[in-house]
């Protein structure tokens, strides 16, 4: 499924938004909810304690209707006819100790149940975390970054209220309801079935309700995510946003985003509202039915007024719970819609994964053979067809060829970012999929045309390299590649600040500091993607020097277009349209005055 396609905004300009989410029609399922709650199977003897303080607090709170009921009947309104002011206090006095005692109850229940909900969120978000980095290429390819990044926070930052108070209010109320039931039935079956009759009416209407307020949410992050994901490509493409003067369309369009967004939300939340007034409405005709009946039953001197008074206590007592459960189901069905989306990424697997039995690649020479591989990105339209090449240790391999050739394929293979259809990558005879992918890629280095660079200092950009490096190796690196003297014209030299994507740094710059990065690495096979496009011709110049003994007893392999970064390549291969046409050295290709012969001429018309 493509991460983006062409729509109609009502502006009638084609823009893309981004349909990567789609509604999941799965219907509701506790075994998702069990999935969830083994988050909380780590801090299961802390919770044991909170459990305790709940049914204590709940204990507590059903004890205090039954004391109105002990006072009206045996100290206020006895059948004597004299009120007892000692009874009256006792039971008061017992009354305040019972309120203190919930308080109490209460306060270190809601203190711990949010301690551990930050854990378990801490636990789910680091979960997710560790998960996608593991996912290949095809993953990333197929969604855009603002999508990913919603699902980390906003889809995990929605579950904290299950897990802070959700999951124990539920028990809580659940508690209580299952009290009051029996207490109701035991003093008077007759009255307590009379104004419970209305409870099964009200849920009645109020499923009708969920399977719509659950797609509603649904399509409320999934318009979240869609929001996200334009905001993040808006921020990066900024400069092509102003170059075009484009800033009213792209204004306009996020415009439209999020007034579709707040329609989403408010219908969701107007769904959501509706089961308040089904619980007031219910609640009213139990009430009615309670006093109506009761009276009845007090002419027939079945009850006491003590007891009509405590019924109507616990009544009021039972309606809140239940008013409490129909949020708590709202609340459960936005993280069921946040939760599907979650685990719809855990449940990804990477397409790219370890065998079983992988072992880590030993210390490798550097020979690279590609066997007669096969590869495409989307089934059907291969970008490599049969492609062999058979490369010796210490070589350096050099790619050309047309946009769309294949180039950047090969190296992506290399690397196991991708695995080939059919075919094999071998590295001294092994196959790259019989070892562990970071052994593989520890002695693999890559220099990338657009240079990521982190925020943070200098220095730690290039000991990314090796996080293990010291501050010696870092300045001996960056000196081999000729990035020392900028790096010191800088105010704080190696621990300058540089924001996300090194924008204070020029394009020469920062491909100086990958190749120390690189070098930093010490990788016995070393890629050059482009490395060089974004160089000026004197840096160049000075890096061709440090770029020998960089390529020293390395295998490489280089894609570039200029003649200079490919000319003493040992090899250099020509591919078209993913077959490789020629292959030879530099002179000899030159004298066969074929495909690489027309790239070199046409470069040097453009000069």
Known sequence: ?????????????????????????????????????????????????????????????????????????????????????????????????????????????????????????????????????????????????????????????????????????????????????????????????????????????????????????????????????????????????????????????????????????????????????????????????????????????????????????????????????????????IAMASSERIFEFIDEEPTVAELTAAKPLPQIHGAVKFDNIVFEYEKGRPALKGVTIDVKAGQSIALVGHTGSGKSTIINLLCRFYDPVEGRVLIDGIDIRDVTIESLRSQVGIVLQDTFIFAGTIRDNIRYGRLNATDAEVVKAAQAVNAHDFIMSLPDGYDTQVEERGNVLSMGQRQLLSFARALLADPRILILDEATASIDTETELKI?????????????????????????ADEIIVLDHGKIVEQGNHEALIAKRGVYNGLIEAQYRFL
Not at 121 to 140: A, C, E, G, M, T
Not at 162 to 173: Q, S
Not at 549 to 555: E, Q, Y
Request: hydrophobic share 50%; aromatic share 10%; net charge positive.
């Open 1 to 333: 499924m493509s991460a983006t396609s062409k729509v109609k905004a009502s502006n009638k300009n084609e823009r893309f938004v981004y349909q990567d989410d789609e509604l999941i029609e799965k219907p509701f399922n506790w075994g998702q909810l069990r999935r969830l709650a083994m988050y909380m199977k780590p801090y299961t003897k802390q919770l044991l304690p909170v459990v305790i303080m709940m049914i204590l607090g709940t204990l507590t709170r059903l004890g205090v209707p039954a004391l109105v009921i002990l006072a009206i009947d045996e100290a206020i309104a006895p059948a004597s006819g004299t009120t007892s002011i000692p009874k009256l206090v006792i039971i008061a006095a017992f009354m305040l100790f019972l309120y203190v005692l919930q308080w109490a109850s209460n306060t270190y229940r809601i203190k711990y149940t949010n301690i551990i909900g930050q854990k378990v969120i801490y636990d789910l978000r680091n979960h997710l975390f560790q998960h996608i980095q593991k996912l290949s290429f095809r993953f990333y390819d197929k969604r855009p970054a603002g999508s990913v990044l919603v699902r980390v926070t906003n889809d995990v930052n929605s579950l904290q209220d299950l897990f802070t108070n959700g999951v124990v209010n539920l028990l809580m109320d659940c508690v209580q309801l299952f009290g009051i039931v029996i207490i109701l039935l035991v003093w008077n079956f007759k009255l307590g079935i009379a104004v419970m009759i209305t409870v099964p009416l009200m849920f009645l209407v109020s499923t009708t309700l969920r399977k719509r307020i659950r797609f509603a949410w649904q399509d409320v992050r999934m318009k979240q995510s869609r929001i996200n994901a334009h905001l993040n490509e808006s921020i990066q493409g900024m400069k092509v946003t102003q170059a075009y003067v484009q800033e009213k369309d792209n204004m306009g369009f996020f415009n439209q985003m999020n007034t579709v967004n707040v329609n989403s939300w408010n219908k969701a939340s107007a769904l959501n509202q509706a089961f308040g007034p089904v619980i007031e409405i219910t609640s009213a005709v139990g009430t009615f039915i309670l006093f109506w009946y009761g009276a009845h039953l007090i002419q027939q001197e079945a009850i006491t007024v003590g007891l009509l008074v405590g019924y109507a206590n616990y009544i009021g007592n039972f309606w809140d719970p239940i008013n409490r459960l129909g949020q708590m189901y709202s609340q459960l069905l």
């Open 544 to 568: 061709q020097e440090a770029l020998k003994a960089l390529l020293a007893g390395r295998t490489s392999f280089m894609i570039a277009h200029r003649l200079s970064t490919i000319r003493h």
